[in-house]
């Protein structure tokens, strides 16, 4: 189970460094004319910050993993 958590942690610490790997590649949500936001842009933008929010500020997996090793310590030392 820990190996399963661990993974799952290391999966959206990928997933958060490529969406802001690729949000500053994209640049600002604004329109090259400089007419003010592009709407699709700016929704794109709060989708993607909120992954990456959720990935960074989230950390259950790395919880349940050192559970799981420490409770598996306990069980094998018996």
Request: with cysteine; charged share 35%.
């Amino acid at each position: 189970m820990a190996s399963a958590y661990e993974t799952k942690a290391a999966e959206w610490r990928k997933e958060a460094a490529f969406t802001v790997r690729w949000r500053l590649r994209t640049g600002p949500a604004t329109r090259p004319e400089g007419r003010g936001e592009e709407p699709m842009a700016v929704k794109m933008e709060k989708h993607c910050m909120a992954i990456v929010k959720d990935a960074r500020s989230s950390p259950d997996a790395e919880w349940a993993a050192q559970f799981h090793r420490e409770r598996a310590k306990e069980v094998a030392g018996r």
